[in-house]
């Protein structure tokens, strides 16, 4: 009988029904009983195309307004395992309802009920956590000695995706994970090499959404924040709005006024020995909101428009500049998207730093072709009283089964400057085991996108990369898979010789006595800086170990080249750590370190950075958490050891209904001068976003 199910639920369609007053209760109410239904029974690791451990029934009905899934797990004789600190068990709905076979929303509920959103781009090769819908879900644990069962439902409201009118088919996938085997299984399984991909998901069909309406989010923030600056104290007071406005399933309007600057999720303290620019990541929700639209295809190595750089930080610690307004319109159908983004910055005026009223503004627009791949074009422009920029790019994505093939041309023009950038990059499957992957880079003279966008090129730069890859999966034992590379690279800076490398690198993944993943690569060339030429050597690794309910990583990096911090020849190295304890069900440790170590050309040490950025959770409810967060700074030089600063918070976050969110949140940054330990930064801010939804 079984085997039977098992041979009908091969099949990659789910036929949609239409049912009303479905509860989201974590109970089997009578509706369900008529709903079309699939096994969610292949694994996709531990051991690939095997049966699943347990039997997982998912069905799916809708009503006028929302979409409904159900997941009935049947356990057997052993529990569900369900950890509000933790890993365990859980679920993941994934959706194309574009049918864009490019683009996916995921929403994932674990066994506790905690909830976690999310985009799928770039044909599942790339994800964006910082999506946020409003959809509901509820779980409940049948515990009998020879039957236990998990029960999850969730609602997701049409009002909530971008969709398609005009089709009833939509993409979907579904993920069922059981944290006692370490067991991850899917509906349609993935490629083993290449794992998910929007392109090659199931069929929701009959997908008929009668909503009418739109959805309007009203964001309002309040922060009181309080400053040291040169022994000068300030207590500012600040109030924001951001207001989306979902004009239609595919249209969607944003406005911004005085926006939040995000200090509850202060930047943790960032070093580079390299000679690029730190990149930080979008925290405010004005331009979080459809930033997927604004990327390059396959996320390019230049960005053409580098949201940071709106409201920057001045460089003299005056401050920020402020955002008064903004504005932005994005829309979004199957074989195209389009976003159209102004923002307006006021005057600010440091002790040795100014920056000027600007206007800025992004068009972009992609097209899909093909099965699922792209063309896209970007216009963006910054303009003050004294000078004004212009960045243009022009990029797309050539996508088939394996294979695939971005290109990225970006150029820069100013009163004072202009220039081009071109790039290309491949990857090719020649076989079952062996990919090549590909890519050159030019960059003009004159090429600068600094007052936009961010780029890891300079003017006059050129690069050529190519890398041949080999993995070979182990169908059974403790070894999951191995694999090795070969790579070479040639790079040229300005006007400056040419340089080259090699590159060898070696992968291996355990399954037992738990996952088990390491990586090495070592390299070296003849390398050129500075009038110097020289032979550069590196050891890159890592390895992450999930034993039980833990994570745990380590990985650093040690080399011989060019230090350009301190513009001198000489060994260096980095070391990173991260892990997640849980612990009595409700807490959880987490810790990220970083240490930078730097020597001099003779081998002599210099100086040992160090910080940790440590998080205390309590997890409260599935929907009510405190974190305690540190995130101090040492320094070790001429035999000393001395904490030069340390960032002390606390957040307290209760989502009490979908979307709608209160924070409380309190952060301190001390440094150490001469008169011991004086707080530079104070901020205090009670936050309150609250979603309506017609």
């Given at each position: 009988?079984?085997?039977?199910?098992?041979?009908?639920?091969?099949?990659?369609?789910?036929?949609?029904?239409?049912?009303?007053?479905?509860?989201?209760?974590?109970?089997?109410?009578?509706?369900?009983?008529?709903?079309?239904?699939?096994?969610?029974?292949?694994?996709?690791?531990?051991?690939?195309?095997?049966?699943?451990?347990?039997?997982?029934?998912?069905?799916?009905?809708?009503?006028?307004?929302?979409?409904?899934?159900?997941?009935?797990?049947?356990?057997?004789?052993?529990?569900?395992?369900?950890?509000?600190?933790?890993?365990?068990?859980?679920?993941?709905?994934?959706?194309?309802?574009?049918?864009?076979?490019?683009?996916?929303?995921?929403?994932?509920?674990?066994?506790?009920?905690?909830?976690?959103?999310?985009?799928?781009?770039?044909?599942?090769?790339?994800?964006?956590?910082?999506?946020?819908?409003?959809?509901?879900?509820?779980?409940?644990?049948?515990?009998?000695?020879?039957?236990?069962?998990?029960?999850?439902?969730?609602?997701?409201?049409?009002?909530?995706?971008?969709?398609?009118?005009?089709?009833?088919?939509?993409?979907?996938?579904?993920?069922?994970?059981?944290?006692?085997?370490?067991?991850?299984?899917?509906?349609?399984?993935?490629?083993?090499?290449?794992?998910?991909?929007?392109?090659?998901?199931?069929?929701?069909?009959?997908?008929?959404?009668?909503?009418?309406?739109?959805?309007?989010?009203?964001?309002?923030?309040?922060?009181?924040?309080?400053?040291?600056?040169?022994?000068?104290?300030?207590?500012?007071?600040?109030?924001?709005?951001?207001?989306?406005?979902?004009?239609?399933?595919?249209?969607?309007?944003?406005?911004?006024?005085?926006?939040?600057?995000?200090?509850?999720?202060?930047?943790?303290?960032?070093?580079?020995?390299?000679?690029?620019?730190?990149?930080?990541?979008?925290?405010?929700?004005?331009?979080?909101?459809?930033?997927?639209?604004?990327?390059?295809?396959?996320?390019?190595?230049?960005?053409?428009?580098?949201?940071?750089?709106?409201?920057?930080?001045?460089?003299?610690?005056?401050?920020?500049?402020?955002?008064?307004?903004?504005?932005?319109?994005?829309?979004?159908?199957?074989?195209?998207?389009?976003?159209?983004?102004?923002?307006?910055?006021?005057?600010?005026?440091?002790?040795?730093?100014?920056?000027?009223?600007?206007?800025?503004?992004?068009?972009?627009?992609?097209?899909?072709?093909?099965?699922?791949?792209?063309?896209?074009?970007?216009?963006?422009?910054?303009?003050?009283?004294?000078?004004?920029?212009?960045?243009?790019?022009?990029?797309?994505?050539?996508?088939?089964?394996?294979?695939?093939?971005?290109?990225?041309?970006?150029?820069?023009?100013?009163?004072?400057?202009?220039?081009?950038?071109?790039?290309?990059?491949?990857?090719?499957?020649?076989?079952?085991?062996?990919?090549?992957?590909?890519?050159?880079?030019?960059?003009?003279?004159?090429?600068?996108?600094?007052?936009?966008?961010?780029?890891?090129?300079?003017?006059?730069?050129?690069?050529?990369?190519?890398?041949?890859?080999?993995?070979?999966?182990?169908?059974?034992?403790?070894?999951?898979?191995?694999?090795?590379?070969?790579?070479?690279?040639?790079?040229?800076?300005?006007?400056?010789?040419?340089?080259?490398?090699?590159?060898?690198?070696?992968?291996?993944?355990?399954?037992?006595?738990?996952?088990?993943?390491?990586?090495?690569?070592?390299?070296?060339?003849?390398?050129?800086?500075?009038?110097?030429?020289?032979?550069?050597?590196?050891?890159?690794?890592?390895?992450?170990?999930?034993?039980?309910?833990?994570?745990?990583?380590?990985?650093?990096?040690?080399?011989?080249?060019?230090?350009?911090?301190?513009?001198?020849?000489?060994?260096?190295?980095?070391?990173?750590?991260?892990?997640?304890?849980?612990?009595?069900?409700?807490?959880?440790?987490?810790?990220?370190?970083?240490?930078?170590?730097?020597?001099?050309?003779?081998?002599?040490?210099?100086?040992?950075?160090?910080?940790?950025?440590?998080?205390?959770?309590?997890?409260?409810?599935?929907?009510?958490?405190?974190?305690?967060?540190?995130?101090?700074?040492?320094?070790?030089?001429?035999?000393?050891?001395?904490?030069?600063?340390?960032?002390?918070?606390?957040?307290?976050?209760?989502?009490?209904?979908?979307?709608?969110?209160?924070?409380?949140?309190?952060?301190?940054?001390?440094?150490?001068?001469?008169?011991?330990w004086q707080p530079i930064e104070q901020i205090a801010a009670i936050k309150l976003r609250w979603l309506f939804l017609f």
């Amino acid at each position: 009988m079984l085997f039977a199910i098992i041979l009908i639920s091969t099949y990659d369609t789910l036929t949609v029904h239409y049912a009303e007053g479905i509860k989201i209760d974590g109970n089997v109410e009578v509706q369900w009983y008529q709903a079309d239904s699939t096994l969610v029974y292949r694994q996709f690791s531990p051991y690939y195309d095997s049966i699943s451990t347990y039997r997982t029934v998912v069905k799916c009905l809708q009503d006028k307004g929302n979409l409904y899934f159900l997941f009935d797990i049947h356990t057997g004789g052993e529990q569900p395992i369900v950890k509000l600190a933790g890993a365990e068990d859980r679920v993941t709905v994934y959706i194309d309802p574009m049918d864009s076979k490019v683009m996916a929303y995921g929403f994932s509920v674990t066994a506790s009920n905690q909830r976690l959103d999310w985009l799928v781009l770039d044909d599942g090769r790339w994800s964006d956590y910082t999506w946020a819908g409003v959809w509901e879900s509820a779980t409940r644990v049948y515990r009998n000695g020879t039957d236990n069962r998990l029960v999850i439902e969730i609602k997701i409201p049409f009002k909530t995706l971008r969709f398609r009118n005009d089709i009833a088919d939509w993409g979907v996938q579904f993920r069922v994970y059981f944290q006692r085997y370490k067991e991850t299984n899917y509906w349609v399984l993935p490629d083993q090499r290449e794992g998910l991909r929007v392109s090659q998901f199931g069929t929701l069909t009959n997908v008929k959404p009668t909503v009418v309406g739109y959805g309007t989010e009203i964001y309002p923030v309040g922060l009181t924040k309080h400053t040291l600056y040169r022994e000068e104290k300030k207590t500012i007071p600040w109030v924001g709005l951001d207001i989306t406005w979902k004009i239609s399933p595919s249209l969607t309007l944003n406005v911004t006024g005085w926006p939040d600057f995000a200090e509850i999720e202060s930047d943790p303290f960032k070093m580079s020995l390299s000679k690029y620019e730190i990149y930080y990541s979008e925290r405010r929700p004005f331009f979080l909101e459809g930033k997927e639209i604004f990327e390059p295809s396959g996320f390019g190595i230049v960005k053409p428009f580098y949201s940071r750089r709106v409201g920057r930080r001045m460089r003299d610690g005056t401050g920020e500049v402020p955002i008064l307004g903004g504005l932005k319109l994005t829309g979004k159908t199957r074989r195209w998207e389009f976003g159209l983004l102004s923002a307006y910055t006021g005057d600010k005026f440091g002790d040795w730093d100014t920056a000027y009223a600007t206007l800025w503004n992004v068009l972009r627009y992609k097209h899909y072709i093909f099965t699922n791949s792209e063309l896209g074009g970007m216009l963006a422009t910054r303009m003050d009283k004294s000078s004004s920029y212009y960045v243009v790019d022009v990029d797309g994505s050539l996508r088939s089964t394996h294979d695939n093939l971005t290109y990225q041309v970006v150029g820069n023009l100013s009163h004072s400057s202009a220039g081009i950038f071109v790039s290309c990059r491949g990857e090719k499957r020649l076989s079952q085991e062996y990919t090549v992957f590909m890519q050159s880079t030019y960059t003009g003279e004159g090429f600068d996108i600094s007052p936009l966008g961010y780029a890891t090129t300079f003017a006059g730069d050129r690069s050529i990369f190519l890398f041949i890859h080999r993995m070979k999966f182990i169908s059974k034992g403790n070894l999951d898979r191995w694999s090795y590379g070969l790579g070479y690279s040639s790079n040229k800076e300005a006007n400056e010789p040419w340089c080259h490398a090699m590159y060898l690198n070696g992968y291996l993944g355990f399954r037992k006595p738990f996952p088990i993943r390491v990586n090495l690569s070592i390299g070296g060339g003849r390398s050129y800086e500075s009038g110097t030429y020289f032979w550069s050597k590196s050891l890159n690794w890592n390895i992450g170990l999930k034993p039980k309910q833990y994570s745990f990583w380590i990985g650093g990096y040690y080399g011989y080249g060019w230090n350009y911090r301190r513009n001198l020849l000489a060994w260096q190295g980095t070391l990173q750590f991260s892990a997640y304890v849980p612990f009595f069900e409700r807490f959880s440790l987490n810790p990220f370190g970083n240490l930078w170590v730097e020597l001099n050309p003779h081998g002599k040490l210099l100086q040992v950075t160090m910080t940790a950025s440590i998080y205390f959770d309590i997890i409260i409810t599935p929907y009510m958490d405190v974190t305690i967060a540190a995130n101090p700074v040492a320094v070790y030089e001429d035999g000393k050891l001395q904490l030069t600063q340390e960032r002390i918070s606390l957040f307290y976050s209760w989502e009490f209904k979908p979307k709608s969110k209160f924070y409380l949140v309190w952060n301190t940054l001390y440094i150490q001068n001469g008169n011991g330990w004086q707080p530079i930064e104070q901020i205090a801010a009670i936050k309150l976003r609250w979603l309506f939804l017609f």
